[in-house]
Nanobody, 126 residues
Framework: QVQVMESGGGLVQAGESLTLSCTVS????????MAWFRQAPGKEREGVSC????????YYEYSLEGRFTISRDNAKNTLYLRIDSLKPEDTATYYC???????????????????WGQGTQVTVSS
């Protein structure tokens, strides 16, 4: 049984940094590209970033590039997302998801993901 579990969210002040984690079990983590998505209140879920199986290639939603850093540790079956200079508009539930592919081609298509976590809430106060 595949389990995907996000952690690291919380209430933070604008301007601070936060690192989210996503631990995966039950599948070959090192063969899966991984991605982060987020959903703000009243909005559709949107892509944040994708990383290929070995971490050599990373992709970001264009408006978020620069403050977000995706990484992974295949030895720990864990995906990370560091967010710097947090803004109130970053308030959302952050989800990680696994891909059947090793790469991030067309990564914004959400139906390409096999397994999703329950999400971790990030709230940024001004």
């Amino acid at each position: 049984q595949v389990q995907v579990m996000e952690s690291g969210g919380g209430l933070v002040q604008a301007g601070e940094s936060l690192t989210l984690s996503c631990t995966v079990s039950g599948l070959a983590f090192d063969l899966s590209a991984m991605a982060w998505f987020r959903q703000a209140p009243g909005k559709e879920r949107e892509g944040v970033s994708c990383i290929n199986r070995n971490g050599e290639n990373t992709y970001y939603e264009y408006s978020l590039e620069g403050r977000f850093t995706i990484s992974r540790d295949n030895a720990k079956n864990t995906l990370y997302l560091r967010i710097d200079s947090l803004k109130p508009e970053d308030t959302a539930t952050y989800y990680c998801a696994t891909r059947a592919q090793t790469h991030c081609e067309r990564w914004l298509l959400q139906n390409a993901y096999q397994h999703w976590g329950q999400g971790t809430q990030v709230t940024v106060s001004s």
